[in-house]
């Protein structure tokens, strides 16, 4: 069964201190990994598709990596519109389907 | 990117009644998916429907409470039927269609009293 792990739970950052959102997955045979963000009372938004070990995305002051068993979101020197929650989600080879599985999400709070 | 609406936002519903969704996608899209997300929870796969074919439901969640109609490439429904507090939720349909990366609808919050 695949299985996605968030980590921290909720993260409350200054504005400026930069930090990193860990997202550790066991899947069968990964296809892809996924982070999104989503803000309260709307549907998640997409940031980033990851596909392989040593694979990097940016975005404004996002960046994403993966590994073969963990994926991490940096966020540099972020603002209080950054303030959302981070979702990673893995989508595996196996099967048809194409759905996702989604880790419990980051809290993130970026306080001025 | 696929732009995605749902029907209604939100809605307060009675105990026992039922409550059907609407999904519209901008675009022909092959795959459609239904999630779940409880409060304060991430997002749980419900079903995934293909267009001319039934749909497929994940672990837990079955026809009889959730039915979906998927007639044409472009729109699908989801019914929430015989509606108890615990279905109290947002739901969400994606696509997936030729990519791999879905794109979600805003959602559709549900109350139920």
């Known amino acids: 069964e695949d299985q996605v792990t968030q980590s921290p739970e909720a993260l409350r950052l200054q504005e400026g201190e930069s930090s990193s959102l860990n997202c550790s997955y066991t899947?069968?045979?990964?296809?892809?990994l996924f982070w999104y963000r989503q803000d309260p009372g709307k549907g998640p938004e997409f940031l980033f598709t990851?596909?392989?070990a040593g694979e990097e995305k940016e975005k404004e002051r996002l960046k994403a990596t993966l590994t073969k068993k963990e994926s991490f979101l940096h966020i540099t020197a972020p603002k209080p519109e950054d303030s959302a929650t981070y979702l990673c989600?893995?989508?595996?080879?196996?099967?048809?389907?194409?759905?996702?599985?989604f880790g419990s999400g980051t809290q993130l709070t970026v306080l001025p | 990117s696929a732009v995605i609406s749902q029907k209604p936002s939100r809605d307060i519903c009675q105990r026992g009644t039922s409550l059907t969704i609407q999904c519209q996608v901008d675009?022909?899209?092959?795959?459609m998916f239904w999630y779940r997300q409880q409060p304060g929870q991430s997002l749980t796969l419900i079903a995934t429907a293909n267009q001319g074919s039934e749909a497929t439901y994940e672990s837990g969640f079955v026809i009889d409470k959730f039915p979906i109609s998927r007639p044409n490439l472009t729109f699908s429904t989801l019914t929430v039927s015989n509606m108890s507090p615990e279905d109290s939720s947002i739901y969400l349909c994606?696509?997936?269609?030729?990519?791999?990366?879905?794109?979600f609808g805003p959602g559709t919050r549900l109350t139920v009293l």
């Open positions: 994606s696509t997936g269609g030729g990519t791999d990366t879905q794109y």
């Open positions: 899947v069968s045979g990964l296809r892809g």
């Open positions: 989600a893995v989508q595996a080879i196996s099967g048809s389907a194409r759905q996702l599985t």
């Open positions: 990851l596909y392989s």
């Open positions: 675009s022909q899209v092959t795959m």
